[in-house]
């Protein structure tokens, strides 16, 4: 709806500041020419709305100017609610931030939507860590935090996971990430990704940092993400599956099931599924028991042979 396009520019205008056409439309997701419409008709509306022409030219609210109205519906109202994760917000130290937040949105909210966003976060829960994942320990969560908002260098003891183990770094901490309740620190010069539980030292320097013009956090995780996922699985096995089995595959051995799994005449399928290394598959299939029959690489065969040659020896003498 219109009403609530022009609500957005004038919102988007008080909490950043100037922006250009394009940048609203692009935030918009319309047009530059419905952009300078929707200028036209807040002039139209005495809204003290300015544009300047040029390169760092963009649409500006006048100094002081601020609406009070935001215009929440009952779905936004809600979701503000659900996005309050109290166990990552009290890790970073704002567990009573966040409940104080809360209680005064709360209190602004009219009594018809705060009704609906109490509901909504007396019914809804999230908890994103596994069932078998034990919570990390991060005494130095809060303070690199600190030095993410203040753009301060870190000195950090890091234990990694190869040779040699424990190094010293310099660290310019660009942003903070939370993947399946674990917290991970993006920093400079690089940028790379550390694991915040696997600092066992931190230094907070009295030196300011400058990040990159040109980083985006979301950016960077998305491609952080696909290239992990590209890396962790360097081979393939080929199989043969007993009815059933297919339910205990997850993942991409579960996706590669779909895709490549063909039906054999004693009700078995076989499939080429990708494997991260011979290690790792050699373990995972004997989790399998005796629903899988890997016919390759001759290596990992060889491998499950021995082993199962040794279990068996093993439980006959017993």
């Known amino acids: 709806m219109k009403s609530s396009r022009l609500l957005s520019v004038l919102l988007l205008l008080q909490t950043r500041g100037r922006m250009t056409a394009a940048q609203l439309a692009q935030e918009l997701e319309v047009s530059v020419r419905t952009v300078y419409r929707d200028v036209d008709a807040l002039h139209a509306a005495g809204v003290p709305l300015y544009g300047d022409a040029g390169h760092s030219g963009g649409y500006q609210l006048l100094a002081g100017y601020r609406t ?24 970073l130290g704002l567990g009573s931030a966040l409940a104080n937040a809360q209680l005064k949105l709360r209190a602004a909210l009219p009594p018809e939507l705060r009704a609906q966003a109490e509901r909504m976060q007396s019914r809804f829960h999230l908890d994103a860590p596994g069932w078998y994942a034990e919570d990390d320990d991060v005494p130095h969560l809060p303070q690199v935090a600190d030095a993410v908002w203040h753009s301060r260098v870190l000195d950090v003891r890091y234990r990694r996971w190869k040779a040699p183990t ?21 920093a400079g010069p690089g940028p790379y990704t550390y694991r915040v539980d696997q600092i066992l030292e931190l230094t907070v320097l009295d030196e300011e940092f400058r990040p990159p013009e040109d980083f985006d956090l979301v950016g960077y995780w998305q491609r952080y993400q696909a290239d992990f996922h590209a890396r962790l699985h360097q081979g393939e096995a080929l199989v043969r599956l007993a009815p059933g089995a297919a339910s205990r595959l997850t993942g991409a051995a579960a996706r590669a099931l779909a895709a490549t799994g063909t039906p054999e005449p004693d009700g078995w399928t076989r499939a080429t599924l990708p494997i991260e290394s011979l290690d790792h598959a050699h373990g995972a299939f004997l989790a399998l028991g005796t629903d899988v029959e890997v ?9 499950l042979a021995e082993t199962s040659r040794t279990l068996a020896d093993r439980y006959a003498s017993a």
């Open 68 to 91: 009070r109205l935001t215009g929440l519906s009952a779905g936004e109202a809600e979701a503000l609610f659900l996005s309050g994760i109290p166990g990552p917000a009290a890790e």
């Open 166 to 186: 424990d190094v010293d770094r310099r660290l310019e901490p660009y942003g903070l990430v939370l993947k399946a309740g674990r917290w991970y620190l993006v």
């Open 295 to 303: 016919l390759g690489p001759p290596e990992l065969r060889s491998r």
